[in-house]
C-alpha cells in the first residue's frame, strides 16, 4: 500500500482538516465531529486492508483495495466466507458501499449523503457492544454544520476529503500518538473544558513511569483511572511496559462524549478488546469496579479540583471510606477521589494523583483523613508542580504518591515548581526536568533547596499539615549590600549627573535661532536652567 508518510505529516494532515469545523464551533464541539470521522476512516481502512489481504490480492492503494473488496462482496461463491472472516477480525463489518473510500468517491461524483455516513455509523453501533453508542456525538445534521441540509452535507464532505489521501491501516502505533495529538491540540483551543478529558503528556510520563517503576517486565500489569477522561492517563502505561500486550486498562467517565473518546482512543492504540474495561458512570456515587478484580497495580488520577459531590452521611458505610469517620466536604470532593482510588490499589500497587494544593493543609475532615493516612505511611511522596502547566487551570497542583503497607511512615517532599519552561500559553516540564524528580524520588534523599526527607515526627510536630514550603526552603538571600561602597557609588553617579547638567546648559547658552518664535522659548528655556539651580 502507498502511505508511508512520517509521523510529522501526519499529524499536520490531521490537524488541518480541523480548520473546516474551526469557524463553526469551538474546539470541544468539533473536536467529537473530527476524532469520530477519523475513527471510522481508520475501522474502513483496515477492514479494507484485511479483506485484500485474506483474499490473496494485491492493491497499491485504498481505491484499489476498494474494487476488489466490492467484486468480492459480488462474488456468492466468497461473499459468505468473507464476511464471517471479518466479523471474527474485527467484530464489524462495512458494506461496500458505505466504506470511507466509497462515500468519499461519492462526493467527487456529488453523490454524498450524510445518511449515508450516519447509517455507517449505525451498522458499527450495532455490530458489537464493544462500539455500542460510539458515534452518539457525531451530530450529523447539528445547525452549526451549515443553516441547511445541503450546507451540513458539504461540510462533512468537506473534511472527509482532507481525509481522503491518508491511509491510516498502515500508521500502526504512529497512529494512536497522533490521535493523542489532535486530543492535545483540542485541549489547547478548549480552555477550562480541557480539564474534562486531557493530562499534559509530560505530568502523564511523570506519574506512569513512577506508578511502573521496577514493574516494566511485569505480565498482566494491571492500570486503573476512575476519572480517566480520555484515556491518555491508563495508555502512556504501554509506553513504559516491555509487555504492553498483557496490560489490563480500567477506567471509568462520567461525561459520556469523554468516555467515547477514550474508547476510540484504546482501540486506535490496538488496545485488546479483552484487556479494556471501561464503564461510563459517576466514580464516587457508585463504586466500580465492585467484582474481580477491585485493586490494581497502579492508581493514576487527575480528577476534577475541589469538585462539588453529593457527600451522604450514607458514604461513612461505604467500604471506601468508613475507617476515616469522616468524609470529603461537599465543596470540596479531592479527598473524596483520593480515597476512592486508594481503596483500589493493591497491596503492592502504586498511586499517583494530581490535586490542588489545599488537600495539603486544608482543616477539618480534610485534616482528619490527612491524618489517618500519614499516620498508616499511605503517603511516599508529595510533588510539587509548575503553575499553569495544565490548559485548564493556571493554579499550581501537586502530584501525591500513595503506597500500602509501608515500613515507614516517613514523606519525601519534592519542591519542583521551578523546573519548568516558559511556553507562549502553557509553561511545560521537558524530559530534564522529569528526570531530576524521577531521580530524586527514586534516592529518596534530600537536597537543598529542591528536596527534604521528612520523618513523622516532623510531619506531626507541623499538625500533619504538609504543605511544602513547610519542608522544602526555597528562599534565596538577596546579596549582601555593602554601605560604604554604596555611598561612594551614589556620590559619584551625583558627581556625573552635575556634569552632565552643566554641559546641557552650556550647549542651549549656545543655541541660536533666526525666528523670533524659537528664539523666545530657547530664553524661556536658559532662564529655567539658570533659575532652576540646574548651574
Same mark, same amino acid.
Given at each position: 500500500?502507498?502511505?508511508?508518510?512520517?509521523?510529522?505529516?501526519?499529524?499536520?494532515?490531521?490537524?488541518?482538516?480541523?480548520?473546516?469545523?474551526?469557524?463553526?464551533?469551538?474546539?470541544?464541539?468539533?473536536?467529537?465531529?473530527?476524532?469520530?470521522?477519523?475513527?471510522?476512516?481508520?475501522?474502513?481502512?483496515?477492514?479494507?486492508?484485511?479483506?485484500?489481504?485474506?483474499?490473496?490480492?494485491?492493491?497499491?492503494?485504498?481505491?484499489?483495495?476498494?474494487?476488489?473488496?466490492?467484486?468480492?462482496?459480488?462474488?456468492?461463491?466468497?461473499?459468505?466466507?468473507?464476511?464471517?472472516?471479518?466479523?471474527?477480525?474485527?467484530?464489524?463489518?462495512?458494506?461496500?458501499?458505505?466504506?470511507?473510500?466509497?462515500?468519499?468517491?461519492?462526493?467527487?461524483?456529488?453523490?454524498?449523503?450524510?445518511?449515508?455516513?450516519?447509517?455507517?455509523?449505525?451498522?458499527?453501533?450495532?455490530?458489537?457492544?464493544?462500539?455500542?453508542?460510539?458515534?452518539?456525538?457525531?451530530?450529523?445534521?447539528?445547525?452549526?454544520?451549515?443553516?441547511?441540509p445541503q450546507k451540513q452535507n458539504q461540510t462533512?464532505?468537506?473534511?472527509?476529503?482532507?481525509?481522503?489521501?491518508?491511509?491510516?491501516?498502515?500508521?500502526?502505533?504512529?497512529?494512536?500518538?497522533?490521535?493523542?495529538?489532535?486530543?492535545?491540540?483540542?485541549?489547547?483551543?478548549?480552555?477550562?473544558?480541557?480539564?474534562?478529558?486531557?493530562?499534559?503528556?509530560?505530568?502523564?510520563?511523570?506519574?506512569?513511569?513512577?506508578?511502573?517503576?521496577?514493574?516494566?517486565?511485569?505480565?498482566?500489569?494491571?492500570?486503573?483511572?476512575?476519572?480517566?477522561?480520555?484515556?491518555?492517563?491508563?495508555?502512556?502505561?504501554?509506553?513504559?511496559?516491555?509487555?504492553?500486550?498483557?496490560?489490563?486498562?480500567?477506567?471509568?467517565?462520567?461525561?459520556?462524549?469523554?468516555?467515547?473518546?477514550?474508547?476510540?482512543?484504546?482501540?486506535?492504540?490496538?488496545?485488546?478488546?479483552?484487556?479494556?474495561?471501561?464503564?461510563?458512570?459517576?466514580?464516587?456515587?457508585?463504586?466500580?469496579?465492585?467484582?474481580?478484580?477491585?485493586?490494581?497495580?497502579?492508581?493514576?488520577?487527575?480528577?476534577?479540583?475541589?469538585a462539588k459531590w453529593s457527600g451522604e452521611k450514607?458514604?461513612?458505610?461505604?467500604?471506601?471510606?468508613?475507617?476515616?469517620?469522616?468524609?470529603?466536604?461537599?465543596?470540596?470532593?479531592?479527598?473524596?477521589?483520593?480515597?476512592?482510588?486508594?481503596?483500589?490499589?493493591?497491596?503492592?500497587?502504586?498511586?499517583?494523583?494530581?490535586?490542588?494544593?489545599?488537600?495539603?493543609?486544608?482543616?477539618?475532615?480534610?485534616?482528619?483523613?490527612?491524618?489517618?493516612?500519614?499516620?498508616?505511611?499511605?503517603?511516599?511522596?508529595?510533588?510539587?508542580?509548575?503553575?499553569?502547566?495544565?490548559?485548564?487551570?493556571?493554579?499550581?497542583?501537586?502530584?501525591?504518591?500513595?503506597?500500602?503497607?509501608?515500613?515507614?511512615?516517613?514523606?519525601?517532599?519534592?519542591?519542583?515548581?521551578?523546573?519548568?519552561?516558559?511556553?507562549?500559553?502553557?509553561?511545560?516540564?521537558?524530559?530534564?526536568?522529569?528526570?531530576?524528580?524521577?531521580?530524586?524520588?527514586?534516592?529518596?534523599?534530600?537536597?537543598?533547596?529542591?528536596?527534604?526527607?521528612?520523618?513523622?515526627?516532623?510531619?506531626?510536630?507541623?499538625?500533619?499539615?504538609?504543605?511544602?514550603?513547610?519542608?522544602?526552603?526555597?528562599? +534565596?538571600? %538577596?546579596?549582601?549590600?555593602?554601605? /560604604? *561602597? =554604596?555611598?561612594?557609588?551614589?556620590?559619584?553617579?551625583?558627581?556625573? !549627573? $552635575? &556634569?552632565? +547638567?552643566? %554641559?546641557?546648559?552650556?550647549?542651549? /547658552? *549656545? =543655541?541660536?535661532?533666526?525666528?523670533?518664535?524659537?528664539?523666545?522659548? !530657547? $530664553? &524661556?528655556?536658559?532662564?529655567?536652567?539658570?533659575?532652576?539651580?540646574? *548651574?
Amino acid at each position: 500500500m502507498v502511505s508511508n508518510q512520517n509521523s510529522k505529516n501526519l499529524y499536520q494532515a490531521l490537524w488541518s482538516s480541523a480548520d473546516i469545523l474551526r469557524s463553526k464551533m469551538d474546539a470541544n464541539e468539533y473536536k467529537n465531529y473530527l476524532l469520530g470521522i477519523v475513527f471510522y476512516k481508520y475501522l474502513s481502512d483496515r477492514m479494507l486492508v484485511f479483506a485484500v489481504d485474506i483474499l490473496e490480492e494485491s492493491a497499491s492503494d485504498l481505491e484499489e483495495a476498494q474494487v476488489i473488496f466490492t467484486k468480492a462482496m459480488d462474488d456468492g461463491e466468497v461473499k459468505d466466507d468473507l464476511i464471517y472472516a471479518l466479523k471474527d477480525e474485527f467484530s464489524y463489518l462495512i458494506e461496500p458501499s458505505l466504506t470511507f473510500t466509497a462515500l468519499v468517491h461519492d462526493v467527487y461524483r456529488g453523490k454524498f449523503q450524510l445518511e449515508d455516513l450516519a447509517q455507517g455509523f449505525r451498522n458499527i453501533e450495532q455490530s458489537n457492544e464493544l462500539f455500542e453508542n460510539l458515534f452518539e456525538d457525531v451530530d450529523l445534521y447539528s445547525k452549526k454544520l451549515g443553516a441547511t441540509p445541503q450546507k451540513q452535507n458539504q461540510t462533512i464532505a468537506n473534511v472527509m476529503k482532507e481525509l481522503a489521501d491518508l491511509d491510516l491501516a498502515h500508521q500502526g502505533d504512529i497512529l494512536g500518538d497522533a490521535y493523542e495529538y489532535l486530543i492535545s491540540q483540542f485541549a489547547s483551543e478548549s480552555g477550562k473544558k480541557a480539564g474534562e478529558f486531557y493530562t499534559p503528556q509530560p505530568i502523564s510520563e511523570l506519574m506512569t513511569r513512577i506508578a511502573i517503576d521496577g514493574k516494566e517486565d511485569q505480565k498482566g500489569f494491571s492500570v486503573y483511572d476512575p476519572t480517566m477522561g480520555s484515556g491518555s492517563l491508563l495508555l502512556n502505561v504501554r509506553r513504559f511496559s516491555n509487555e504492553k500486550g498483557f496490560i489490563n486498562y480500567f477506567g471509568q467517565e462520567l461525561n459520556t462524549s469523554t468516555f467515547n473518546l477514550a474508547r476510540m482512543n484504546m482501540i486506535l492504540h490496538g488496545v485488546d478488546s479483552a484487556n479494556q474495561h471501561l464503564r461510563n458512570g459517576d466514580t464516587l456515587d457508585g463504586d466500580w469496579p465492585t467484582e474481580e478484580p477491585t485493586n490494581f497495580d497502579a492508581v493514576l488520577m487527575n480528577p476534577p479540583y475541589s469538585a462539588k459531590w453529593s457527600g451522604e452521611k450514607g458514604f461513612l458505610d461505604d467500604p471506601r471510606f468508613s475507617m476515616y469517620g469522616v468524609l470529603a466536604p461537599k465543596s470540596k470532593a479531592d479527598f473524596a477521589f483520593l480515597l476512592h482510588g486508594y481503596y483500589h490499589l493493591k497491596e503492592s500497587g502504586v498511586m499517583a494523583i494530581i490535586l490542588p494544593h489545599g488537600v495539603l493543609f486544608r482543616g477539618n475532615a480534610e485534616g482528619k483523613i490527612r491524618e489517618i493516612l500519614l499516620r498508616n505511611g499511605a503517603i511516599d511522596t508529595v510533588i510539587g508542580l509548575p503553575a499553569n502547566i495544565f490548559f485548564s487551570t493556571s493554579i499550581p497542583t501537586t502530584v501525591i504518591i500513595l503506597k500500602k503497607n509501608r515500613p515507614n511512615q516517613d514523606v519525601l517532599f519534592i519542591d519542583a515548581s521551578n523546573g519548568f519552561t516558559k511556553g507562549k500559553n502553557q509553561n511545560v516540564l521537558e524530559p530534564n526536568h522529569i528526570e531530576a524528580i524521577i531521580d530524586t524520588y527514586k534516592k529518596r534523599v534530600s537536597i537543598e533547596k529542591y528536596a527534604h526527607l521528612a520523618t513523622f515526627d516532623e510531619i506531626k510536630e507541623n499538625d500533619f499539615n504538609l504543605n511544602i514550603p513547610r519542608y522544602v526552603d526555597t528562599f +534565596e538571600e %538577596e546579596e549582601s549590600i555593602h554601605l /560604604g *561602597e =554604596l555611598a561612594q557609588e551614589i556620590a559619584a553617579t551625583n558627581d556625573s !549627573l $552635575a &556634569q552632565a +547638567e552643566k %554641559e546641557l546648559a552650556t550647549l542651549f /547658552g *549656545e =543655541l541660536v535661532s533666526t525666528s523670533p518664535e524659537i528664539e523666545k522659548e !530657547l $530664553a &524661556q528655556f536658559r532662564q529655567l536652567l539658570h533659575g532652576g539651580g540646574l *548651574e
